[in-house]
């Protein structure tokens, strides 16, 4: 099965800096990564995703980069501010066995004002 | 997002007594997924069902744990005999239809076993 490594575990920045969380994974097969955010005691919330034919894609302060070939992908956030404060996690998928999603075991961010 | 509904919210059970989750899917959705995420850890998969039909059950204890989803009314998640292990936040997330996307989860059940 997928297995979907994620580091760093924890990461502090100041208010402004910016934030890199990388996760790989394992099974070639995989076409789907999205990430999301969860704050303490809520529900996971979809904050960016990229399929396996795109490279990189942005949204405002937030941006996904995927290399297929290395297997591996990123989470970019620029400007980074206090309410970017929460646990983030890096999920991998494949369409064709159900799109069941395989978590990486998540990056507490702190940024610090 | 608000549609996957999911109750109780909160759900505390003795060691020994059954738990049963319910997972209601998004209007015109008849695949669901659950998941389950034990305090400070990723979400993990457990199973992933259709209308009347488990798909793959991969991610689910052998013992203990079952799924359902009937024809009507939510997707169930039944656990017997709860142990402190199963405490943990469980939640579900649906989708359309075969090869469409799960993104949104409901707002999970909160286990406790005391």
């Known amino acids: 099965g997928e297995n979907v490594e994620q580091h760093p575990s924890t990461l502090s920045v100041q208010e402004g800096d910016s934030a890199v969380i990388k996760c790989t994974y394992s099974?070639?097969?995989?076409?789907?990564f999205p990430w999301y955010k969860q704050e303490l005691g809520k529900r996971p919330q979809l904050i960016i995703d990229?399929?396996?034919?795109?490279g990189e894609k942005k949204d405002q302060r937030i941006a996904v980069t995927l290399n297929k070939t290395a297997k591996h992908f990123s989470l970019h956030i620029t400007e980074t501010q206090p309410e970017d404060s929460a646990v983030y996690f890096c999920?991998?998928?494949?369409?064709?066995?159900?799109?069941?999603?395989?978590f990486g075991t998540g990056t507490s961010l702190t940024v610090i004002p | 997002n608000a549609g996957v509904m999911q109750n109780p919210r909160h759900l505390v059970r003795r060691r020994g007594q059954e738990a049963r989750l319910r997972c209601s899917p998004m209007?015109?959705?008849?695949?669901v997924y659950w998941y389950r995420q034990l305090p400070e850890e990723g979400l993990k998969f457990m199973v992933y069902?259709?209308?009347?039909?488990?798909?793959?059950e991969s991610g689910m204890p052998k013992e203990r744990f079952s799924a359902e989803f009937p024809k009507e009314g939510p997707s169930i998640l039944r656990i017997q005999q709860v142990v402190r292990g199963d405490s943990a936040a469980y939640f579900c997330?649906?989708?359309?239809?075969?090869?469409?996307?799960?993104?949104?989860f409901g707002p999970g059940t909160r286990l406790t076993v005391t």
């Open positions: 997330a649906s989708s359309p239809e075969t090869g469409a996307l799960p993104q949104y």
């Open positions: 099974d070639s097969a995989s076409n789907y």
């Open positions: 990229i399929r396996s034919n795109v």
């Open positions: 999920a991998a998928s494949r369409r064709d066995t159900g799109n069941q999603f395989y």
């Open positions: 209007k015109g959705h008849s695949h």
């Open positions: 069902l259709q209308k009347e039909n488990i798909i793959d």
